[in-house]
């Protein structure tokens, strides 16, 4: 067995765990066997009657566990896709704007409109808000006819204070009443974890590690710099833009239904990295597992810190991301000296 396969099989059987836990454990711990009888009962492989055990396993938990894998894995590859783009080892996907404009949609439906297209209504606004925020980071690089990676980290910072600015209005205009779902919202959450919107985040996972996975060696040819690239073939221009928008339609999918789950997708690229080296072939796997891992024991962490209370995701993700940014730091430190 090779290296990597080793690697991808012991991330795999760690991240089955990881599961396992977040279906069993919470504010009321269930057993293994009802967990795996729920299982069954709910897919239908064995008959009989679901009890309200059964449907808290098979209609919140279960779904919730694989929100966060899928989700985790999609944000580490749109980590390792920016950062391989922009030349950036700090970009991540909220670096450009894309997270903001989420949050403007999905506060505007949560304090202005309201539900008016039911339960898909927070998720489509939220949707339209990151397209709308990363359709205008395209346009401005666009419009200076250049696709620096240092350009595009401009606009998207440009367009995220833009949309953070339109975030903070709503809130303060809006119903004072629904401020604790706003916030809760915004710090990311994965309480909106239903069978329903589960084809839409494995399309958006689908997506990004699809087409990553289609253009790994143009990736690999761009950590040489533009010029070696654009020698051996590679569009470069061309290429950044559509790495871009892939990872800009799947950030959108994401945050729609997850809120705003920051440091993902930047701590996942450097530990992948230590793991399997910087080649897109084994990296891109490697994230996907590591991010699937890494936000599936952040959830349980949420749900476990102030049982019965829930703990947003993502001020557990991001505790987590500064204490690994400072790490990063020194260790940058320590290596220039």
């Given at each position: 067995?090779?290296r990597?396969?080793?690697?991808?099989?012991?991330?795999?059987a760690?991240?089955?765990a990881?599961?396992?836990?977040?279906t069993?454990?919470?504010?009321?711990?269930?057993?293994?066997?009802?967990?795996?009888?729920?299982i069954?009962?709910?897919?239908?492989?064995?008959?009989?009657?679901?009890?309200?055990?059964?449907?808290i396993v098979?209609?919140?938990?279960?779904?919730?566990?694989?929100?966060a894998?899928?989700?985790?894995?999609?944000?580490?590859?749109?980590?390792?896709v920016?950062?391989?783009?922009?030349r950036?080892d700090?970009?991540?996907?909220?670096?450009?704007?894309?997270?903001?404009?989420?949050?403007a949609g999905?506060?505007?439906?949560?304090?202005v409109t309201g539900?008016?297209l039911?339960f898909w209504?927070?998720?489509?606004?939220?949707?339209?808000?990151?397209?709308?925020?990363?359709?205008?980071?395209?346009?401005l690089?666009?419009?200076?006819r250049?696709?620096?990676?240092?350009?595009?980290?401009?606009a998207g910072?440009?367009?995220?204070?833009?949309?953070?600015?339109?975030?903070?209005?709503?809130i303060f205009?809006?119903?004072?009443?629904a401020?604790?779902?706003?916030?809760?919202?915004?710090?990311g959450?994965?309480?909106?974890?239903?069978w329903?919107?589960?084809?839409?985040?494995c399309?958006?996972l689908?997506?990004i590690?699809?087409?990553?996975l289609y253009?790994?060696?143009?990736?690999?040819?761009?950590l040489?710099?533009?010029?070696?690239?654009?020698?051996?073939?590679?569009p470069?221009?061309?290429?950044r833009?559509?790495?871009?928008?892939?990872?800009?339609?799947?950030?959108?999918?994401?945050v729609s239904?997850?809120?705003?789950?920051?440091?993902?997708?930047?701590?996942?690229?450097?530990i992948?990295?230590?793991?399997?080296?910087p080649?897109?072939?084994?990296l891109?796997?490697?994230?996907?597992?590591?991010?699937?891992?890494?936000?599936?024991?952040?959830?349980?962490?949420?749900?476990?810190?102030?049982?019965?209370?829930?703990?947003?995701?993502?001020i557990?993700?991001?505790?987590?991301?500064?204490?690994?940014?400072?790490?990063?730091?020194?260790?940058?430190?320590?290596?220039?000296?």
């Open positions: 067995m090779s990597l396969a080793l690697i991808l099989v012991l991330g795999v760690v991240l089955a990881l599961l396992l836990l977040s069993v454990y919470g504010t009321t711990s269930i057993p293994v066997s009802d967990t795996f009888d729920a069954l009962l709910g897919t239908g492989i064995s008959g009989g009657e679901m009890s309200p055990m059964h449907r098979f209609d919140l938990r279960l779904p919730r566990a694989l929100f894998a899928v989700i985790g894995a999609g944000l580490g590859i749109v980590g390792v920016l950062q391989t783009t922009t950036n700090l970009a991540d996907p909220f670096l450009f704007g894309l997270s903001s404009g989420a949050a999905a506060v505007f439906v949560i304090t539900d008016i039911g209504t927070l998720p489509l606004a939220a949707f339209c808000g990151g397209l709308i925020a990363s359709g205008i980071v395209l346009a690089v666009h419009g200076l250049t696709s620096a990676p240092e350009k595009l980290i401009l910072l440009a367009v995220s204070f833009l949309f953070s600015a339109i975030t903070n209005y709503l205009a809006g119903d004072s009443r401020a604790h779902s706003v916030i809760f919202w915004m710090l959450g994965l309480g909106l974890a239903r329903e919107t589960f084809p839409l985040v399309a958006g689908l997506l590690l699809s087409y990553s253009r790994r060696r143009w990736l690999d040819a761009l040489t710099g533009d010029l070696t690239a654009a020698t051996l073939g590679v470069v221009q061309g290429l833009f559509s790495m871009f928008f892939a990872a800009a339609l799947a950030t959108a999918v994401f239904v997850a809120g705003v789950i920051g440091f993902v997708g930047l701590m996942v690229p450097h992948a990295r230590g793991i399997v080296g080649l897109h072939g084994s891109l796997p490697t994230a996907a597992i590591v991010g699937a891992a890494l936000l599936t024991g952040s959830d349980i962490l949420s749900r476990l810190l102030l049982a019965p209370q829930e703990l947003p995701v993502g557990v993700t991001t505790s987590i991301g500064s204490a690994f940014v400072f790490l990063l730091l020194f260790r940058t430190a320590k290596a220039g000296r």
